[in-house]
């Protein structure tokens, strides 16, 4: 790689021990995948902002980190914690999780971090510019930034986040490069997307065929809600290891078809109509039984209207006694939906809204046991996808109506 002036100053540790450091993650990992240079960010998503994603490891190294004077030099956001930060106890999450939790935490803020603990950091004051170059973890936030604001950041992990935030910089490979951001298939949507759970449903069928690849659809309605947009990006991230997808007249880089393939042929093309629509549907349902236990809606967390639609849908009623509902949303999201009376709406009727956590980044497998619970119903195709693997939790998917009645009624019709 070559490196500016500046840059070498930093590997060579004129600017400290922990830049360097810093410095030596980033060269590494470009040369690793062949980048000619650094270039500049100011823009960070932290993905390792969970002990359950860290452990006792990680939190040492980032509290190292910051005693060897580290300090971020870009904006700095956060992602999910393990922790709710004040019903920690009552939803099953270990003492031992909050103790290492809150070391983390302080270390990531002491260094300058946004402590906004949430996978949806475009939502609570860090939104992407189209074209801006970024080095962001969570996944389904990737895909929703380089899809659709148009920026540039590969998927970073915890420590290549860590290091970019210290430095300024990330190595320019992968979708910093506009000849990696063209499609490489072609899915034609020939079934009316109704709903959120529609998005997530299309993101699941892509997402197996893709796997790393970038799906270019045509067929999607020119009015897509912000949350069918960040259900799609969730679910392509979670059933492939997808970092973008173009809709045509729907995201920046695609107006047209032959912009999105950057003028070449689709290595495929396929369609994705009723018949499968209904199968990808079916898929996700891995529960056969109409039991119903715990209840998630959340995944990513949940905008101030998916909390408005639960409370809506609780107005006047109850939830199931033998039924655990959890909403699961950023502390900035609870704030405004808090002041609109839709959390008194939802706790009245049994229900809880979580913050900073969700079933993915706290002990799942601690507390589903901990609470009895045998199945996961979701409206989410990414938590529909990974609760059997990592919750050891069969799932229920549908619309969030079918979800809301299965909250009332106990049951899964």
Known sequence: MVLTDEETAMLNGDKGAAVQKAMQILVALGESFGAERLVAVNNVHMAGSSVLVAEEAGTRFVEDIRKQGGKFVTRVTTNPTAVDPSQWKEIGIPESDSILQTRLTDAYAGMGANSCNTCIPYLVGNMPRFGEHMAWGESS????????????????GGPSGLASALTGRTPEYGFHLKHNRYGKFLIKVETQLRDMTDFGTLGYFAGKIAGQDTPVFTGVATTPTLEDLKALSAALASSGSVSMFHAVGVTPEAPTVEEAFGGRTPDKVLVFGDAEKAAAEAALNREPSDHVDWILVGCPNASVQEIREV????????????????????GAMYAMAERNGYIKTIEDAGGIVVRETCPFLARSRVIAPSKGYKTLTTNSAKMAFYAPGQFGLPTHYGNLGRVMQAAIDGVWR
């Open 141 to 156: 936030a990737v895909v929703f930034a380089n899809s659709v604001c148009g920026a540039r950041t590969n998927r970073e």
């Open 311 to 330: 409370a809506d849908a609780l107005q006047g009623k109850k939830v199931h006694q033998d039924v655990a509902l959890w909403v699961t949303t950023a």
